[in-house]
Nanobody, 125 residues
Framework: QVTLVESGGGSVQAGGSLTLSCVTS????????VAWFRQAPGKEREGVAV???????TKYGDSVKGRFDISRDQASTLLLQMNNVKPEDTGMYYC???????????????????WGRGTQVTVSS
């Protein structure tokens, strides 16, 4: 069972940047899709970005393409670099994992079975 803990959320002005982190336990993940989702009040959970732990490729939601970047650092922490943020980026951000699958990874929350508790991002105009 993989546990995930997000951090890095906060308040930022529109046009600014924020980096979210997701630490997993165990740290080393093998053959899994790891993703970021977000959920605003009253809205459905939305796929933000996804990558595979062992295979090349990334995928982004249409609303964040060109502004957000998903990656993993040398400590295997999952990162989400958020640039040029907009008020509509406000929401609770979750990292998620689905083990034992190949690329391409889905950006559908129903495909993921491991979730963190989330970190809140608030963008003011």
């Amino acid at each position: 069972q993989v546990t995930l803990v997000e951090s890095g959320g906060g308040s930022v002005q529109a046009g600014g940047s924020l980096t979210l982190s997701c630490v997993t336990s165990p740290k080393i993940l093998r053959w899994a899709c790891v993703a970021w989702f977000r959920q605003a009040p009253g809205k459905e959970r939305e796929g933000v970005a996804v990558m595979h732990t062992n295979l090349a490729g990334t995928k982004y939601g249409d609303s964040v393409k060109g502004r957000f970047d998903i990656s993993r650092d040398q400590a295997s922490t999952l990162l989400l670099q958020m640039n040029n943020v907009k008020p509509e980026d406000t929401g609770m951000y979750y990292c998620a994992i689905r083990e034992g699958v190949d690329w391409p990874c889905a950006l559908d929350s129903r495909e993921y079975d491991g979730w963190g508790r989330g970190t809140q991002v608030t963008v003011s105009s």
